[in-house]
Each structure stands twice: as C-alpha cells, then as structure tokens.
C-alpha cells in the first residue's frame, strides 16, 4: 500500500492541472487506507508478542515432572536442633532480644512490613558483608542496583507472567520495583553483545527488595518469613550456554557453604516443573530447619534460566569469532533477611539469649552472644 501511495504520488505532481484535484482525492483515500492498515499491523504486533511472552522456558531433561509437592530432595546436611526447653519462635525472639518490631513496622506502613533494630539491624549487616565477601572471593564484582526498573526489563526477566500478582508497580511512571536485584542485573547488559573469552561476567547484587505476597500464607504471616520489603545480596552471572550447568552447580555450592557455616541444618530440592516459574529451565532451592515450624523453609533458590532471558532483551556473545549466539543468565542468593528467622531459632538459649555463629562474629565486633533486652 505505500509503495502504491508513493507512485501515486508522483503522478499527482506529474499530473496536468485539470487532472490534479481527482487524483490528490484518491491520494487522501490511500493515505487513509495505509493508516488502517498500519493499525492493524500494530493490534497484531502487540497481540503476538503478547501470546508469545506466555511461553515459558524449555525445561532441562532430568528435572523432576509434576507441581510443588514433587520436588526431589537431593541431599541433607546437619543435624536438626533439639532443646531441653519448649523453643520460642523467631518473633518472639525477636522481641526479647528488641531485635524486631513488627508493631510499629505495621503502625508506619501496614501489614507485613517491620522493624530491624539493634541486634536485629547488625545480624543483618553482618550476614549481607559475610555474603559480600565470599562472593568478593569467588570473582563476583559488587553491584548496587536500582530498583526501580522499566517494563521491558521487569518483562524480559519473566516477572510479568504468573508472578505479575507479586510485582508493586508505579503507574504514573510506568515504572516497576523489583523483588530481587536479578531484574536490574539482567537488564545491565540489555542489548549487548559480551566479551566472554576471559570468560563468565559475574555479578553480586546488594538491593533491597519488595513484593506484594497477595493472599494468605496462615503462619507465614507471623514475623518476617514472608514479607513486603526484605534485603538481599542476589549473585548473577552471564555464561556461554555450554557452561551454564556448571556455573549453575557452582552457585549452589556456594550456598551450601554459607548455610554450613552458620550452622544451620538444611536439605537440598531439584524444584518439579510445575514450580518452576517462567524463565528458570531448572531451579534448587536450599530450605533450612525451623524448629518451631517442625519443617524445611526455603532460604536459598538458584535457577539457569539458559537463554530465555537474553532472547528476551537481546543479550549474545561471539563465539570464537563466529555467529553472534545468546548467553546464558544464572542466579542465586547468597544472604537474605529471612535468614534470620532461622538463626534465631536454630541458635536460640532457654534465656532468650542466641548464640552468634562464629562466622559472623568479625563482623559484629567479637560479639558472641544475643542478650535479651530488659
């Protein structure tokens, strides 16, 4: 239609005068013909990439079939922590220890949000420098993220799918805060092509962190097991799709070494397919002992998202000098606020009073106990 609309109007200039005003009639007409058409174009454009991003990642071969109670467990580590006295939950350790407010977290925004104070604001210090360090040591560069991201970026992760209900958005902007910083870490390189060959870019991202958690979660209400606005130091890498497996292995491990270190008892799922979300193509969690929920909770989670995530925003290397290829995205957390919650629990003396872990004791100035606060 604009190549008719184009010669078309070579003729109305070339036309003679007596002839012009019947022509630039017919010209009008095309013209709105290609405005139509264009409309079209653009309702079909916008439909297709729509039904397109429901597509979720290729599921790697061995992950286990079936929904969230078919996750495989791996492996377990540590024993899980008896007391000669009936324990206390994190919450009310918290409070004895002043460590956590949730009274007036609810007071100043509402439901689910919460104070970290005192030993409560250290301990989370102290586990985010532990988490910093270590990833310092393995050849992680340090990141401070924004967390405010665009919708192609907050899309192109796969957060705007089945956890689009999670995500707090900023209309007026139309801007999205994100719940991990593996959103603005995937987004960094958007549009890229990588240099590989001294090979894998990775990335430790320091944010703070929200979702909205709609519904109802019965004792995951209570204290900061799920809440709106949490801390977390969340690793990142980019790899050739060759090494993401191994990369994906080296992560977990990683996290298996923070978790021993602090003592905790923990177990190790191949998350099922069904769990698995829209952009990971396998995903294990690390879930350590509650003592007063009797049962393993998700602490950690590491996913391969493969190349779902660089088709998505355009992110490739070249190999070997060849073809431009997509990169594989990896990530993983390495220390999170609801660490926490099982710290205090695992850790906890019939007094109130909690044990430090000797880890994380440099980076409290040598304290070695909690006390309750009087």
């Known amino acids: 239609m604009r190549a008719e609309q184009n010669a078309h109007g070579k003729q109305v200039a070339a036309a003679p005068k007596d002839e012009k005003a019947a022509l630039v009639a017919q010209a009008k007409e095309l013209s709105d013909q290609v405005k139509r058409a264009q409309q079209a174009v653009t309702a079909a454009e916008e439909h297709a990439h729509e039904v397109l991003s429901r597509i979720e990642n290729i599921v790697i071969d061995e992950v286990p079939a079936g929904g969230e109670e078919n996750f495989v467990t791996l492996r377990t580590h540590g024993?899980?922590?008896?007391?000669?006295?009936?324990?206390?939950?994190?919450?009310?350790?918290?409070?004895?220890?002043?460590?956590i407010d949730m009274e007036r977290g609810t007071k100043v925004s509402g439901s689910r949000f919460y104070f970290l104070k005192g030993a409560g604001a250290r301990l989370?210090?102290?586990?985010?420098?532990?988490?910093?360090?270590?990833?310092?040591?393995?050849?992680?560069?340090?990141?401070?993220?924004?967390?405010?991201?665009?919708?192609?970026?907050?899309?192109?992760?796969?957060?705007?799918?089945q956890h689009s209900d999670e995500v707090y958005r900023l209309e007026k902007q139309d801007l999205y805060l994100v719940g991990t910083s593996e959103v603005p870490l995937a987004g960094y390189h958007m549009g890229e092509i990588l240099d590989l060959t001294a090979g894998a870019k990775r990335y430790a991202g320091w944010s703070t962190c929200y979702r909205s958690e709609a519904g109802s979660y019965g004792k995951d209400t209570r204290g900061i097991i799920r809440v709106h606005q949490f801390n977390k130091l969340e690793m990142f890498v980019y790899t050739t799709p060759e090494d993401a497996e191994a990369e994906h292995l080296r992560l977990v491990g990683m996290q298996e070494r923070m978790l021993q270190d602090l003592g905790l008892a923990y177990r190790v799922i191949d998350v099922a397919a069904g769990d698995l979300g829209s952009s990971a193509a396998r995903k294990y969690d690390i879930e350590a002992w509650v003592p007063t929920q009797d049962a393993y909770r998700e602490l950690t989670s590491t996913s391969n998202c493969t190349t779902f995530q660089a088709r998505r925003l355009d992110i490739r290397y070249r190999p070997d000098g060849g073809k431009t290829q997509h990169v594989a995205t990896l990530n993983g957390t390495l220390a999170t606020t609801r660490w926490i919650v099982a710290l205090l629990e695992t850790h906890q003396r019939e007094d109130g009073s909690v044990v430090v872990p000797e880890v994380l004791r440099p980076y409290l100035g040598g304290l070695a106990v909690l006390e309750p606060v009087a």
Request: charge should be negative; glycine fraction near 8%; charged fraction near 25%.
């Open 124 to 161: 989370e210090y102290a586990l985010m420098s532990l988490a910093l360090e270590r990833a310092l040591d393995a050849g992680f560069i340090p990141m401070i993220p924004p967390t405010l991201v665009r919708p192609e970026v907050m899309e192109g992760t796969g957060f705007l799918g």
């Open 79 to 99: 024993q899980r922590p008896t007391f000669a006295f009936t324990p206390r939950d994190h919450l009310e350790i918290g409070e004895k220890l002043d460590a």
